[in-house]
């Protein structure tokens, strides 16, 4: 039986869904025997593939897949000035899923519409399940969650999941609800069920008062309203109007929101008069911030090498603290000035190339999902380096490879199931 599902592309279509799945899992519920695991499975089922060999010329014009691949090469290719060897070794073995991922589903035998369909929607389902038990757990003892807010900290996940990331799928999930609810052939009760799930858990969002994420949700929803301006203005009004009866309606019956502003606004303010910023975590970023654009002026071009960021904003800080201990000082928080910093103008280059190319791409740009996800994380990568930790670096990466080196396979081959 094995044989004859290997020679049909079950056996490598299976393996990649199982892949998938258990990437999605992994992320949500941060198992990370997974998320390790789901790449590796993904590129032996590309290697399962009866026909890899006919898809390789396919793989090598995927644009989006060489995007990865020009990412992954700032790491390696900065070798020759480098200082901090063991972060170089580490990060060029920790970033090889930029290769496998895209290489995963480049190669191996697609999925079928049904398959993505229902990953989208485990995903969708499952996040708002997460977000609505997590304001479970932020209503049992309000008290100590506004607390939390008001010391610029979060209401931690019910799966523990970092609350920066999972603000982003928060925001991902209500976004892709929309489109999945509109599939052809889907029946009444499952697009309510997706409806419902989409608003479940943008009002988790809001109710949780995750910054991160309510930052990408708005930013991402007014690129979407910009695009959609020339073409149907009406809909980009109406966008317009239901963000800010969102907003206005969260600010003003929601205290986690009131609180959140409010403890936003207390903490710049504290940067501006240079006062004792020790505890305040968004005035520690602005001073990463500075930090950080000291050294990218002293190197512009190359940058100080990928792996030497952290060496270089440390000892950076040590010249000028701000007044904060070594205990306070921070990474930059913020993944486009992270490039610049580590690999000058040209990793900023590459990295606006990986996030805007799809969106020069006609067929790219017209599918929701890519659109979506590509708005979504570059508007999160403001305010954090969500690369530098596994679990950001790997919900990237999957959904990267899911979503647009994907859809570019499909834009390339018609007759591909994927």
Request: hydrophobic share 55%.
């Amino acid at each position: 039986m094995l044989a004859r599902w290997y020679r049909n592309g079950y056996l490598s279509q299976y393996l990649l869904l199982v892949a998938c799945l258990g990437g999605m899992v992994g992320l949500l519920f941060t198992a990370r025997a997974f998320v390790a695991l789901a790449p590796v499975a993904a590129v032996i089922a590309a290697g399962l593939n009866p026909n890899v060999r006919r898809e390789i010329p396919h793989w090598l014009r995927n644009r989006s897949a060489l995007r990865l691949a020009a990412l992954y090469l700032l790491m390696p290719f900065s070798w020759w000035y480098t200082q901090d060897w063991p972060i170089w070794r580490h990060e060029v073995y920790r970033q090889l899923p930029l290769i496998g991922v895209p290489l995963a589903f480049s190669l191996a035998v697609p999925l079928t519409r049904c398959q993505r369909m229902g990953l989208g929607g485990f995903f969708v389902g499952t996040t708002a399940l997460l977000g609505a038990a997590t304001v479970g757990r932020y209503l049992l003892d309000q008290q100590a969650a506004q607390d939390l807010i008001r010391v610029g900290q979060n209401v931690p996940s019910v799966s523990g999941i970092f609350h920066i990331h999972f603000g982003i799928l928060l925001a991902l999930a209500a976004f892709f609800a929309v489109p999945l609810s509109r599939e052809p052939n889907l029946g009444k009760a499952p697009r309510w069920l997706l409806l419902t799930a989409g608003v479940i858990a943008v009002s988790s969002l809001h109710v949780l008062a995750y910054r991160t994420g309510l930052m990408a949700f708005y930013l991402a929803l007014g690129a979407v309203v910009l695009l959609l301006l020339k073409r149907k203005p009406l809909l980009a009004l109406g966008l317009v109007a239901l963000g800010v009866l969102l907003a206005a309606g969260a600010y003003y019956n929601l205290e986690s929101v009131q609180e959140r502003v409010s403890s936003t606004l207390y903490d710049l303010e504290q940067f501006q008069r240079g006062h004792d910023i020790n505890q305040f975590s968004l005035s520690r970023r602005l001073a990463a911030w500075q930090n950080a654009l000291t050294l990218a002026k002293r190197h512009p071009w190359l940058g100080v090498a990928p792996a030497d960021v952290r060496q270089a904003l440390m000892e950076q800080f040590s010249w000028r603290s701000y007044g904060l201990k070594p205990e306070n000082w921070v990474m930059v928080h913020n993944q486009y000035l992270h490039y610049l910093v580590g690999s000058g103008v040209l990793g900023l280059a590459v990295w606006l190339w990986v996030l805007i190319g799809p969106l020069v791409q006609p067929s790219l740009r017209r599918n929701p999902y890519v659109r979506y996800f590509l708005l979504t994380f570059g508007a999160a990568a403001l305010a954090d380096s969500l690369l530098e930790l596994q679990i950001g670096f790997n919900l990237f990466a999957f959904l990267y490879g899911f979503l647009v080196v994907a859809a570019e396979r499909r834009a390339q081959n018609h007759n591909a199931t994927l």
